[in-house]
């Protein structure tokens, strides 16, 4: 996308150049910028906050309709930034839009200045590349074989989004007065308004609390940390042949690379435990915040699946067996 951007500023200069020489525009040099400033604000506060009501919509669809080949939930990283985006750019986007609509009212923006003109027809612009784009993701996802129902009920949110947009720009070009009791305008605010409200309501059953979230990243920290361990334990097999006593010997050894912060958890500063089972088998023990396997308060967030499947773990004190690479293994 990012090809795109060098391309959409010439553009945008344009449409600005043209609004602002156009003999029809009859406001001064002051308003030109002010409503020229207010209409770009609106236009990305815009674009924000509907593609963050389809991305919060587009993962709850995932999250409810389960799908066999694609059922890892990930970190919610999409929902957590439409969240974000929603919380900031909604506000912007009614507020910008109240001062354009309360400038039409005073007289400030004519209905046939150039600014309001050129840069309406901008957004409905940009909106029509940004609907494009989104579709076609959909349809490539639904092609690639994403269940049917997704397609369906993602295609759908796409459309409705896309014709309240499309809709209200179009009104709004046409209508001759600016007036506050207008039934059209008001029913899209408060429908548009109610449905930003429920998208943000409803996107906290399903995203990753913050203190959910920072116990997996400690977590995750802490099994990296085993990992390390681990890799420790096999560098030294592979010189000495059996494994080391304790973490101490480990630590000493002139051969083996091992920070120390890898013998600690790095929230609570609590030792990991090393514990040597057999000439061959050894497990690592600390106490862990969260059952890796499980969803997050069932919001569908899953915390990291290990690759070796041995680092899996329960929340609370549990020992995770440790990989020995170099030893013989055994057919059945």
Known sequence: ?????????????????????????????????????????????????????????????????????NNFIGHDSQLKFAISALLIAAPIFYLISGLINQGRRSGELDKDSAIRRWLTYLILFVSSLVVLGVLISVINAFLDGELTARFILKAATVFVISAAVFYFYFYDIKREEADKKDPVVKIFFFASLAVVVAAFTASWFFVEAPQAARARLLDQALTNNIYSLESAVNTYYDRHKQLPDNLTELANDPNVYLDAAALIDPDTKAAIVYNRLSDEDFEFCAVFRLDSAAADNGSGAR??????????????YQCLKGTLYAAPKLLD
């Open 1 to 69: 996308m990012s090809f795109l951007i060098l391309p959409g500023i010439v553009l945008l200069i344009i449409f600005i150049v043209l609004a602002l020489r156009d003999g029809n525009n009859n406001m001064s040099n002051k308003h030109n910028a002010k409503y020229a400033f207010y209409y770009l604000l609106s236009l990305v506060a815009l674009v924000f906050t509907a593609l963050s009501v389809g991305m919060i919509a587009f993962s709850i669809i995932d999250k409810t309709v389960a799908d066999v080949l």
């Open 303 to 316: 915390t990291v699946y290990y690759p070796d499947n041995n680092k899996n773990h329960k929340a609370g």
